[in-house]
């Protein structure tokens, strides 16, 4: 494979690592909770796919630069922007101040999304939503 046709996948590699992820969680709620296999597969396929687009279409466009570095420039940006520590490459420097950019953007944007949750969390919720 060509560096121009692995560096087009990452996103949906991405997207697939992500939506596998919420999916595989999600579906094991479904089966612990309502003993179903069906929902759980409907739940797997259905939010596998729509996380796993959302979140490869988001950080395309909150951190471009992530498309012209290797796989392995792209995890020693993340690690060190993560943990907090040095980049070992100094060109890769700019990368980690354009990922943490997007990791704040990322938050603000969240920031209204998480009330809507809690909300409609205490409203299709049986008992009343009350704060410790």
Do not use: H, N
């Not at 396929?45 to 392995?72: D, K, Q, T």
Request: aromatic letters at 6%; one cysteine or more.
């Amino acid at each position: 494979m060509s560096v121009r046709r692995v560096r087009a996948m990452v996103p949906t590699c991405r997207g697939v690592g992500a939506g596998l992820g919420a999916g595989v969680l999600s579906a094991a709620f479904v089966l612990v909770e309502a003993g179903s296999w069906p929902g759980a597969v409907v739940v797997l396929v259905v939010l596998g796919l729509f996380y796993g687009i959302r979140v490869a279409r988001r950080m395309s466009g909150l951190w471009p630069e992530a498309a012209r570095l290797s796989g392995a420039e792209r995890a020693a940006v993340v690690r060190a922007t993560r943990r907090g520590e040095a980049v070992g490459d100094p060109r890769l420097a700019p990368s980690v101040a354009g990922y943490a950019g997007a990791l704040r953007r990322a938050a603000e944007e969240d920031r209204l999304r998480r009330w809507v949750v809690v909300l409609v969390t205490c409203s299709r919720s049986r008992w009343p939503c009350t704060t410790p």
